[in-house]
């Protein structure tokens, strides 16, 4: 699909729409827009940017190079999860597909994605490969959890059944996306992704992760950390917060009773080894 055709399509009620929050991303938004709109998907598909409270120059950049993109533009910044949120309320899709500004969709991707949930019964969060960026490498196909919700990656392509696909590229009806909520908006931002498809496996909705086509994606690059270096997991404060703080919410939420009051222990007793370790190693 070129940018013409993309155009064209306008008039017509979109299949898919999907949405790119975007802060200070003028310098890698442009590659995830055009990877949508290469994809020759055979249906309508329109993008929807929501700048939140950029500071360098997205919105001009946007409003130059991508006239047809249907941009919101908040004065201030309130977090990806409301960001996603005000694009799927102004979404006229039947599916969403939320992609982060800096990850990149392969050739096909959104027709595999529309294929394979056509031939669902019922409606599921759908994912696919993501591989890093910089180096090519598959970085995940979904992830499964230990008991204290920590993503563990997924590389095994037979395996579709996951715990959850990562937010970066994630496929969802747009009434299963009203049925569970949509994403906590105190959040501000990580771990919504866990939440979301925790939840709908809690409602008895698949998640799947998807073994073929894939997306790239700058993996930490817009909260910072998040990657793994030589197995080791290399984050931030502020990143590590925000995860901690909402996956505890998850485990309050989805967790029988029982289970979260004798695992909420050993949970604040592990975060705290962790933070005291980054502390004595800072200096």
Request: net charge negative; proline share 5%.
């Amino acid at each position: 699909m070129t940018m013409r055709q993309y155009t064209e399509q306008q008039d017509k009620t979109p299949i898919c729409s999907v949405c790119i929050a975007n802060f200070n991303g003028q310098d890698v938004i442009g590659s995830a827009i055009d990877s949508v709109i290469d994809q020759n998907a055979g249906f309508p598909v329109e993008i929807i940017v929501h700048d939140d409270g950029s500071t360098d120059d997205s919105v001009s950049y946007l409003e130059k190079y991508y006239p047809d993109v249907n941009l919101i533009v908040s004065p201030n910044n309130v977090g990806y999860c409301v960001s996603n949120n005000r694009m799927a309320s102004r979404a006229n899709g039947h599916y969403l597909l939320f992609l982060n500004n800096d990850a990149c969709l392969f050739p096909g991707a959104l027709q595999i994605l529309h294929d394979y949930a056509e031939s669902l019964e019922t409606p599921a969060i759908l994912g696919l490969p993501q591989y890093d960026m910089e180096t090519g490498d598959l970085i995940d196909i979904g992830s499964v959890f230990d008991p204290f919700l920590n993503p563990i990656p997924n590389k095994k392509s037979r395996r579709k059944d996951v715990g959850m696909v990562i937010g970066a590229c994630l496929w969802i009806p747009k009434s299963l996306w009203h049925d569970l909520g949509g994403f906590p908006e105190w959040f501000h931002t990580l771990a919504e992704d866990m939440y979301l498809c925790t939840l709908a496996r809690v409602q008895g909705y698949p998640v799947t992760a998807l073994s073929t086509s894939g997306y790239r994606h700058w993996v930490g690059r817009s909260i910072g950390g998040g990657r793994i270096n030589q197995g080791r997991l290399v984050t931030t404060y502020r990143r590590r917060y925000y995860s901690e703080r909402n996956k505890t919410y998850v485990m309050a939420l989805c967790y029988p009773h029982l289970m979260f009051y004798l695992l909420i222990p050993l949970h604040i007793q592990t975060t705290l080894k962790y933070v005291i370790f980054r502390s004595t190693n800072a200096f």
